[in-house]
């Protein structure tokens, strides 16, 4: 899912994958399952409107990285899933980002790797009508302020999948950094990311 409504505290929560949302899930609400409405494809709700939004970001390279990880161990249903897989590298990766004849999200391991790659400044998120903004880099502090502007007391700030910060930067050849700040322009313009 994409969009969280939960009431209460009444917010609609965009749902960045990798970024640090199942914490925000778990932490602030109990689980996916306690939201009012949920939206997998990417529709924005009438209900949604008026309601405090909000979403996590990361820097996207970092975030690139952490979806091949991922997807390099992820769970295939078929033969042509599973090749595909085994031969997952951060070029095809990017193939996958810029095929928009594949869909984002639904069933499937292509379309989840989409999900889960595509820049977060794609129309799926409609990151433009958040109001609040944290970072999976300052994780603690902005699930903090956006626990305190929903009236949420948090004694702990949650960790879901936590893993060893990573080094993004051996991943890319000069060329596949080139490739990347094309295909993520958008989200280094918008976010103020940079390859560091």
Excluded at 16 to 43: C, H, P, Q, Y
Aim: glycine fraction near 6%; charged fraction near 30%; charge should be positive.
């Amino acid at each position: 899912m994409s969009f969280f409504f939960f009431d209460p505290p009444g917010c609609v929560f965009i749902r960045i994958r990798k970024a640090g949302s199942t914490s925000v899930i778990r932490g602030l609400f109990g689980d996916k399952s306690n939201a009012r409405r949920e939206s997998s494809d990417g529709t924005w709700y009438p209900e949604f409107d008026g309601r405090f939004v909000f979403a996590f970001v990361r820097n996207p390279f970092s975030r690139m990285i952490s979806c091949l990880q991922m997807f390099r161990g992820y769970k295939t249903r078929t033969l042509e899933e599973q090749r595909f897989k085994e031969s997952l590298t951060l070029d095809r990766l990017m193939d996958v980002i810029e095929d928009e004849k594949l869909p984002i999200g639904g069933d499937g391991y292509m379309a989840k790797l989409r999900l889960h790659a595509v820049p977060m400044t794609h129309p799926f998120y409609c990151i433009d009508r958040a109001e609040y903004i944290g970072r999976f880099e300052r994780f603690e502090q902005d699930y903090r302020e956006v626990a305190r502007l929903l009236g949420i007391r948090v004694w702990s700030v949650p960790h879901e999948r936590k893993s060893a910060p990573m080094d993004y930067r051996p991943w890319f050849s000069a060329a596949q950094r080139r490739r990347a700040e094309r295909l993520l322009a958008a989200d280094l313009d918008r976010f103020g990311y940079r390859f560091e």
